[in-house]
């Protein structure tokens, strides 16, 4: 194990050479409970979102700080439980995740209902529950209204807002092309358009069952950096004032009771590995010549050139932590006060945030078995490393570009000996973790995929009607199921065979074709 790997500072750890998530082995984890599977620590959970409340609190003396985790990024009831035991909210998106949360015990204040064309039935449902109704759509407002009005309630709403970039010209990690983040948060679909808000804000404010609560942006992790938050913040805080001083009276402002800044803060092992802007210039310009110059070469030349190329392409897929939750905090929240300061009264303002990746990231890990080391000398060096996992159960990664950082969990302390393409079992390449450097591993190892706390386990699949896996809770040396592995039964559950389909099997019918 490299040494930036030793310099661990949450639940895992090595002890004589085996992984440990708190006080529990990996490799007896994977035994005990089967594999793949998809583990938690509770500790860490706990820790990150103290982590959060601390230091957004330090940087925000107006009035209190809620964290409300975004729900999508790990949905398990039980983990959403542990949030709600420290006080957490949740950002919600759909009807689902509205019932997932409040099943999870949150506190419906402190639950935030996005997305656009939210339902009727949607609507009636948030203002009974009493949760926080983020609009999206320019006739949200009426319906919502008509719809408190009807159920003799008043309800809270607060607009999600789409500011505009100019300062944010640098590349988007979420876009394949080289786009600014501008653009790119221009193409998104959500957040009211800038042009909207002022008369929609007027015409709010004179309805009689809808109370004006705050304002709410979004942007997502676009860039790892300190730079993005401050750029955007400082946009937002913009025209969190003039919408403010346009809705209020003169020297009077609209006084707002939230303000929220959304999540997108990168995971702490950020396995975000979207090829470097300098990268990309080489890989692009001189990809095609090099393939065209490689055509007039005999195939040993060309073989023993791609053997080259894939000894220098090979990588520790670890290549830094994000900033810290501190930093974040102190970078945003600077930004955003330098802008409303002036122009605000922020006196009991609640700051509100919506992490997902870093709340969770590193509070699980996957754990998987090796099936079979496959190698190959000609034409060219090839080593695949063959898991009982697939990229399926870590969709949500692969559409970002993810090369998570990994151990061998019972090979902790062995060299890297060998380059490999770790890959799942499914039928595609399903390059998990492509040509990275490992130690002398065999059938029977277990490989821990780190930072699979968000987004992972919620985007698993059934391609290749592959059963999903389970997910275990950590708490100190206590380890129990919070998810059960699907069964067959569950992979064809839902399928109906049409009863004129059910009655006789052709046993001659391959014999037709
Ligand atoms: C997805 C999402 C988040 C969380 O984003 P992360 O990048 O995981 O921190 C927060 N708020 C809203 C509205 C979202 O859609």
């Not at 005999?298 to 990588?315: E, S, W």
């Not at 997910?471 to 009863?499: C, F, Q, W």
Request: hydrophobic share 35%; aromatic share 10%; with cysteine.
């Amino acid at each position: 194990m490299s040494e930036k790997k030793r310099q661990w500072t949450d639940c895992l750890s090595s002890r004589g050479g085996r992984l440990y998530i708190e006080e529990c082995d990996t490799v007896d984890l994977a035994k005990k409970f089967g594999s793949p599977l998809f583990v938690m620590s509770e500790k860490q959970l706990r820790e990150n979102v103290r982590e959060f409340q601390r230091a957004f609190q330090k940087h925000w003396p107006h009035g209190r700080v809620e964290v409300l985790p975004a729900f999508k990024a790990n949905w398990n009831l039980a983990t959403r439980k542990i949030l709600s035991e420290e006080g957490a909210g949740a950002d919600i998106y759909s009807r689902g995740e509205l019932e997932g949360a409040l099943m999870g015990g949150t506190a419906p204040q402190r639950i935030s209902v996005n997305g656009g064309g939210k339902s009727e039935e949607t609507i009636r449902r948030c203002i009974e529950t009493g949760v926080l109704i983020t609009v999206e759509d320019l006739d949200e407002p009426e319906l919502i209204d008509r719809i408190a009005g009807e159920l003799g309630k008043k309800a809270k709403i607060r607009f999600r807002v789409k500011p505009d970039f100019p300062n944010l010209h640098k590349r988007t990690d979420f876009a394949q092309e080289y786009a600014s983040i501008d653009l790119g948060i221009q193409v998104y679909k959500s957040g009211i358009p800038a042009q909207y808000l002022r008369e929609l804000g007027r015409k709010v404010l004179t309805m009689k069952n809808v109370e004006l609560t705050g304002l709410h942006f979004h942007g997502g992790r676009h860039h790892q950096s300190l730079w993005y938050w401050k750029g955007m913040m400082k946009r937002f805080g913009l025209l969190i004032v003039d919408l403010c001083e346009y809705w209020g009276e003169p020297g009077r402002p609209f006084k707002l009771q939230q303000i929220d800044i959304g999540g997108g803060f990168a995971s702490h092992r950020d396995p975000h590995n979207k090829l470097e802007y300098s990268a990309e210039i080489i890989f692009t310009w001189l990809t095609w010549p090099f393939v065209q110059l490689m055509r007039l070469m005999n195939a040993g030349l060309r073989y023993r050139l791609f053997d080259l190329i894939v000894k220098t392409m090979a990588r520790i897929p670890y290549r830094g932590y994000a900033p810290t939750t501190e930093e974040y905090a102190e970078a945003s929240l600077t930004a955003l006060r330098s802008v409303l300061e002036k122009r605000l009264d922020l006196s009991d303002v609640t700051l509100q945030l919506e992490p997902g990746r870093r709340m969770y990231g590193n509070t699980g890990i996957h754990l998987t078995t090796i099936k079979k080391v496959k190698r190959q000398t000609r034409p060219m060096h090839m080593n695949w490393v063959l898991t009982d996992t697939t990229y399926f159960f870590l969709t949500g990664g692969v559409y970002e570009y993810n090369m998570h950082d990994f151990v061998v969990a019972n090979r902790t302390e062995e060299r890297e000996t060998q380059i490999a393409d770790i890959v799942g079992h499914s039928c595609y390449a399903d390059r998990i973790l492509p040509l990275v450097k490992i130690p002398d591993v065999t059938e029977g190892d277990v490989i821990a995929i780190l930072e699979t706390g968000a987004y992972q386990e919620v985007s698993a699949s059934n391609f290749n009607a592959l059963p999903r896996p389970a997910v275990v809770l950590v708490n100190g040396s206590h380890a129990e199921l919070i998810k059960r592995a699907e069964t067959m039964d569950d992979v064809y559950g839902r399928d109906i065979i049409p009863e004129r389909l059910q009655s006789k099997t052709r046993v001659e019918a391959g014999n037709r074709a």
